[in-house]
């Protein structure tokens, strides 16, 4: 009899390693969980703490960009003889090509020149709207 509960206490020892060993792995992952977690949650609260601590301020406009410049005669037939920010005069030359349809059918990118905007080309017939800017700069003071 003692045999038989020898090998029965064996048995049972046997089992039990064998489940400690696939709960090994289970149980580690869960730790790394946890951690990770913890440390998620200590980042979240720092971030919220420097946005508490911290407050942006609002974007004020650049000076330069806001002074008002005066248009030459043949810029101020298509955008006024009143004085404008430089951002002003490139948004209503703008509205004068879309009004007017002078951006190019197929290639987007180009403007054409009507009667008013051709002396403020330069004299060509049509400019890329990257050179938009370019071109205005010659006519404002």
Known sequence: ???????????AVKKTAKKAAKKAPKKAAKKTAKKSAKKAAKKAGKKAGKKAGKKKSARKPNAAFMAPLTPSTQLAEVVGTKGLPRTEII???WDYIKKNGLQDKKNRRMINADDKLKPVFGGKGQISMFELAKVVNKHVK
């Open 91 to 93: 948004k209503k030359i």
């Open 1 to 11: 009899m003692a045999k038989t509960a020898k090998k029965s206490a064996k048995k």
